[in-house]
DNA sequence: CTCGCTCATGTTATAAGATAACATGTCCGG
DNA sequence: CCGGACATGTTATCTTATAACATGAGCGAG
């Protein structure tokens, strides 16, 4: 990650998920601004969920005034477009890694994360078993699911030994 | 919900659940205090999830030096043995509906809330579909999990009409 | 009986996460 | 040139949660 004029630049990769956030962005009608950018690019770069203040510490080595609302803001943008999950159990935020295939309208998925508590790493999953069978109990209990999110917490297959 | 020099009185129902749940913390060894038993009867006399503070606010009625800990200690006692579940997106805490069945031992089992967002009203339930599949699919990752949540967002029957 | 241990609670302070409310600036179309 | 939409800046505050240390009750061993 190096500085610029232009603010944070990232490894390769991830410029190229960037990018590709971009041009969503601008078929979208909106823009993908420097701030939303870096924001993503910082949430991207790490390998755990990060927190919002971790994020704004990361935001403030190249914009001095910084505050709680820039980073809010910037991931408020970035969670309704599906590029950055919410893990509520960690109040922290991960970059989705399937952002691309399924812009803005995943509503009523059940995005599931493997929450290793030894590493603190996460892995998002999106395994059909489990939607379909949140979707069925939740029609069964007459309930209209906008969204989901299912939390699994243990050890994952590198700290279980 | 009355106040006497024991502490707070609730309605009969919740008094039974009190009381069972007293039998199975003695049968583990443990108390479950006055003011655990307070804690637990606030909770179950909500039918909404219940945040820390307003607890504390409930409690301090009868217990002038209550504060934070007093309160977050009583609800850590009351989810380790399952009295209590955590619904993570609203930082609020519910009643378990099921705890006499499954006591102490659920790791394992992803707990599920259907959440309202118009009502606020929140729905345990213990798909075994859902379950089933969760545990498949942190199997197939090499994941050993210790516990899930399912937190599923939209509108009840009653608010979809 | 009394020392020392364990458990529960009290007490004070602070950390961590999130939002409210209002101000500023930039771009663009009329 | 004005006015509206959008993005960000700025200040203050609110909500949620925990750290750290103090007190006190109950109980078993010596």
Known sequence: MAVSEQGLTF???IEAR????ARLCSEQG???TPLR???LGLVLSSDQPIGAYALLDHLRRTRAGAAPPTVYRALDFLRE???VHKVERLNAFVGCPSAADHVGHDHGHAVQFLIC???????????EAIIAAVAQAAERHGF???RATVEIEGL???CAG
Chains 1, 2 share one sequence.
Not at 117 to 127: L, M, P, Q, S
């Open 11 to 13: 490894s390769p990769e």
């Open 18 to 21: 960037l990018e590709k956030a």
């Open 30 to 32: 909106t823009t993908l």
């Open 37 to 39: 950018r870096e924001v």
């Open 81 to 83: 477009r599906g590029f």
């Open 117 to 127: 508590t030894r590493c603190g790493r996460v892995t998002e999953t999106e395994d």
């Open 144 to 146: 209209r699911q906008m």
């Open 156 to 158: 994952c297959r590198a």
